[in-house]
C-alpha cells in the first residue's frame, strides 16, 4: 500500500470548488453544548498518514499505532469498494462523493447528544454508531493547523490534511470509529455509503437537508405505518433519505431490501430514480428516468 505522509502543501490532497443548497452540514448528530474545550496538550502531527485510494481521501493518522491497522486500512478500502461498486452511478454523484474527507476517529461520534432533528440521544445504543458525518470532527487527538489555499491555477482548495480541507470548505468530514473496521457485523454494510448520502443530502438536494421530497415521504411512512416504528430510519428524515437511498443504490442495507422499498412506497422509488436518474431494477413497472444533478 502507498501512504502519502504529507509535511507540505500536495496537489494530490485537494477539492474543487462544490455547489450546494441549504445550509452548511450540521453535525449528526449535534454536538454536546457544554462540551470541554480541546485538551491544551494537543499538537499538530509530524506527519499525516493518507492515502488516496480510488479517488477517495483517506485519512488513518489516528490509528497509526495500533497493531490492527493494516487490517483497518484493508476493511476501509472494501467500504470504499462497496461505493465504487454501485451499478449505474451517475459519474457526478461518484465524483461529489469522492469530494468528502474520511477519517477514522475513535471519539468524533461519541461527542454527539442530540440527533440531526435536536432530539436527545438518551439510549446508550444510539451512541454506538459505527460512523457519522459532521461540519467538522468535534474530538480529534490532534491541532488542524494546516489552512486551506486557494490554487488559481487548479481552480481548487489544496490542504495536505484531508479533514481541515474538509471544515475550511464546508464539505465536513466523515468519521470511521474503528468498532466499525474491527467488527465483521458491519463487514459488508454500506456503512460508508450511507455517510456519504447525509453529505449529499446536505448539500446537493434543493434545500439541503430541508428537501421537501423527502420530507414529504418521511412523513408518509411514519403515517401510514409501512416500517416498524422503533425503525432507525424513521428517527428523522435525514436518517429516512440515507437508509433508503443506500438501499435504493446498494440493494440492501441491514433488514430492508430494494424489493422492500419498490413495494412499501412505489412513489417515493420514482423520486429516488428522479434524484439519481436511473432505476438500479428496472425489472418492473419501469419508472420514468431523469439526470442526476
Known amino acids: ?15 474543487p470548488v462544490s455547489g450546494r443548497a441549504g445550509d452548511n452540514p450540521p453535525a449528526f448528530a449535534a454536538p454536546t453544548p457544554n462540551a470541554p474545550a480541546p485538551a491544551s496538550d494537543k499538537q499538530p502531527p509530524d506527519k499525516l498518514l493518507v492515502e488516496a485510494y480510488r479517488g477517495h481521501l483517506l485519512d488513518f493518522t489516528e490509528i497509526a499505532g495500533r497493531k490492527d491497522f493494516t487490517v483497518m486500512v484493508d476493511r476501509l478500502k472494501h467500504q470504499v469498494d462497496m461505493v465504487e461498486q454501485v451499478a449505474g452511478l451517475s459519474p457526478r454523484v461518484l465524483e461529489f462523493f469522492r469530494t468528502i474527507p ?5 471519539l468524533g461520534c461519541l461527542s454527539f447528544t442530540k440527533d440531526s432533528s435536536g432530539k436527545d440521544l438518551q439510549d446508550p445504543k444510539q451512541l454506538l454508531h459505527p460512523a457519522c458525518y459532521a ?10 493547523s494546516y489552512g486551506s489555499i486557494w490554487d488559481s491555477e487548479q481552480g481548487r482548495w489544496i490542504n495536505p490534511d484531508p479533514v481541515a480541507l474538509g471544515v475550511d470548505t464546508n464539505l465536513g468530514v466523515i468519521m470511521i470509529r474503528p468498532i466499525l473496521l474491527g467488527s465483521p457485523a458491519y463487514a459488508d454494510r454500506p456503512a460508508l455509503l450511507h455517510e456519504l448520502l447525509h453529505a449529499y443530502h446536505g448539500l446537493k438536494l434543493p434545500e439541503g437537508f430541508k428537501n421537501a421530497g423527502i420530507q414529504l415521504h418521511f412523513d408518509q411512512a411514519k403515517e401510514q405505518k ?4 422503533d425503525a432507525y430510519l424513521l428517527s428523522n428524515p435525514a436518517e429516512f433519505f440515507a437508509v433508503t437511498a443506500s438501499v435504493f443504490l446498494y440493494g440492501n442495507d ?7 422499498l419498490k413495494a412499501k412506497q412505489p412513489d417515493y422509488y420514482k423520486y429516488l430514480v428522479y ?16 439526470s442526476a444533478d
Open 1 to 15: 500500500m502507498r501512504f502519502v505522509l504529507a509535511t507540505s502543501l500536495c496537489a494530490a490532497l485537494c477539492l
Open 254 to 260: 441491514g433488514p430492508f431490501s430494494r424489493a422492500d
Open 102 to 106: 474520511v477519517t477514522v476517529n475513535e
Open 135 to 144: 461540519a467538522s470532527p468535534p474530538q480529534t487527538s490532534r491541532l488542524l
Open 275 to 290: 434524484l439519481f436518474g436511473y432505476d438500479p431494477d428496472p425489472s418492473s413497472n419501469p419508472s420514468p428516468v431523469a
Open 226 to 229: 409501512q416500517y416498524p416504528q
